[in-house]
Structure formats: C-alpha cells, structure tokens
C-alpha cells in the first residue's frame, strides 16, 4: 500500500477477464489503484469508468443485477466485500450447461 498526496492509503488490485469478457475489456488483465478499505462495488465503478461498454455486465452489483461471476482470490465476492492489497478479482460470465 501507499500513501499519496492527501494522506489517502491506496492499494493495488488486478482485476483478470475470462472468457468473452475479455474481448469487450480488450485486454485479459489490468491493474487499478484503489483507495484502503474500498468494496467490490468501488472497484466495478472504477471498471466502468475506464470501460464504459462493460456497465451492461456490471450492473448494480448492490442489487445482485449483474450477468457475470466476480470472485476475490477465487472465493465468490459477497456483496460489499472488502478488498486488500493485491487481491485478484476475476470476471467471469455465467456458464450455462446442456
């Protein structure tokens, strides 16, 4: 973690693409800075910040009306978990069988 100007604490978390959902991040990984103590929903808003296309996947996660898989070091992410210093959070698409 760092602090930055202000006295803010930030942490790094990566956030990894699977599937088709790399396509429409156009990449299958990347980095953001969040600051200390922020959720999974923080973290989705930045997502849509850098990648507008992807808010019809991440829908209000508050309300459980995504379409995707998130977890946290690949444990399911619960509504307002709490993210920590190098997490992995994955994005994955439902997977429906037949």
Request: no cysteine; aromatic share 4%.
């Amino acid at each position: 973690m760092q602090e930055h100007r202000g006295g803010a604490v930030e942490m790094r978390v990566i956030v990894k693409y699977l599937m088709w959902m790399q396509e429409k991040a156009g990449t299958n990984r990347e980095e953001y800075i969040l600051e200390e103590n922020s959720t999974i929903e923080d973290l989705l808003e930045k997502i849509i910040d850098r990648h507008a296309n992807l808010r019809k996947y991440l829908i209000n996660p508050r309300t459980q009306e995504n379409h995707v898989l998130l977890t946290i070091n690949g444990h399911t992410a619960r509504p307002g978990a709490r993210l920590r210093e190098n997490d992995i959070v994955t994005i994955m698409p439902p997977v429906s069988g037949g």
